[in-house]
């Protein structure tokens, strides 16, 4: 590359340590550094929407854009900045965010017409950040591409832009109470520089190593979810038909070795648990359609590996299944309901 990895490093660690403590940022927006001020963000479904929400209230100066007309003008009200192109998002912004459902739209917002890399070889964020859940394959190639690339105005000794792939943890509740968890592939030194965005987000960031790291992480963290939220269902289903009531079963589950995620903080049975989608008759959280998407793609990454993952397959088959039932923008954990028909605690 056209940089010294070294100074680069020493640049951007003298930016991360000039920078308050992440939890400060949310009051002291003063101290944000120039080079992370100007974000802009590209999709604002669920989980982006909120997390723009805790960017601007950190203090940081957004720009947003969408394909959706209704979600930008959500913004637009409040007085935020809205762009109609993604190439335009990148004219005006240090660092771009982007939050998108698919592969496919992560290639067309990045190469396709009016994408951020409309405007040529040169470009002006520094850093760019994709949040998505997608194939580390596609988030290896856009990494390349934005590597042959030159930042229009050099930022310290740093005269390339740098590619971040952070999908993230913690659903649509995590993202509105900023307590997301960040995996983080790409280089280490734009890692640590932008730590403090990512903690505006967040409440944890890893860092998974090379290009490509972040999006197979987060892959395997959902490979792992739905198989547990499909488990967990399972078990409540089966005691409810004993004669257990689900509440009894949480209790024991959260307090012995059947304890997860899917039982003590996302419990998939009305009635259980406050203020999960289980509670809003699986409304909003984390849809059926994208778990069977994410489930695809662990699928196809097995397979290029040659991995035997049979539970892999008979995962996305279940919510292939719910979804061709009609409970594709239902959340994940209606699996308990409308494929095992368990019971609303309640009943």
């Known amino acids: 590359m056209a940089f010294s990895k070294v100074k680069v490093l020493s640049t951007f660690l003298n930016w991360s340590l000039q920078s308050p403590k992440p939890h400060c940022l949310r ?3 003063s101290f944000i550094q120039p080079q992370l001020q100007r974000v802009g963000f590209i999709g604002l479904g669920n989980m982006g929407s909120r997390m723009v929400n805790n960017l601007i209230n950190a203090g940081y100066e957004v720009s947003v854009h969408d394909v959706n007309s209704d979600a930008i003008e959500k913004f637009s009200k409040k007085g935020i900045h809205a762009r109609e192109t993604p190439f335009e998002i990148a004219e005006s912004s240090d660092v771009i ?3 998108l459902p698919s592969s496919s739209s992560v290639l067309d917002v990045y190469t396709g017409p009016n994408g951020l890399l409309h405007g040529g070889t040169l470009l002006r964020p520094w850093l760019l950040i994709d949040s998505s859940t997608i194939d580390p394959q596609t988030s290896r190639r856009i990494a390349a591409i934005i590597s042959k690339h030159t930042l229009k105005e050099k930022k310290g000794s740093l005269d390339v832009p740098m590619m971040l792939d952070a999908p993230v943890s913690g659903g649509v509740v995590g993202a509105e109470a900023g307590n997301l968890t960040f995996m983080v592939g790409g280089p280490e030194e734009a890692y640590l520089a932008a730590k403090p965005l990512f903690l505006a987000m967040g409440k944890h960031t890893i860092y998974c190593g090379g290009s490509g790291t972040g999006s197979a992480a987060k892959i395997c963290n959902n490979l792992a979810l739905a198989i547990s939220m499909i488990g967990v269902s399972e ?16 209790k024991i589950f959260n307090s012995s070795s059947a304890r997860c995620w899917s039982s003590d903080s996302y419990n998939p049975v009305p009635g259980v648990m406050d203020g999960v989608p289980s509670s809003k008759n699986y409304d909003g959280g984390f849809s059926c359609k994208l778990m069977a998407k994410d489930l695809g793609l662990a699928a196809a990454a097995a ?9 892999t397959r008979q995962a996305l088959l279940t919510y292939s299944e719910l979804c061709k039932a009609g409970h594709e923008a239902k959340d994940f954990s209606c699996v308990f309901r409308h494929y095992y028909s368990g019971h609303d605690e309640n009943l």
């Open 303 to 311: 397979e290029d590996m040659r991995l035997n993952c049979p539970w």
């Open 27 to 29: 009051f002291f927006s």
């Open 97 to 99: 965010v982007t939050m």
């Open 235 to 250: 078990a409540f289903a089966l005691g409810q038909s004993l004669g257990i009531t689900a509440n009894t079963l949480t």
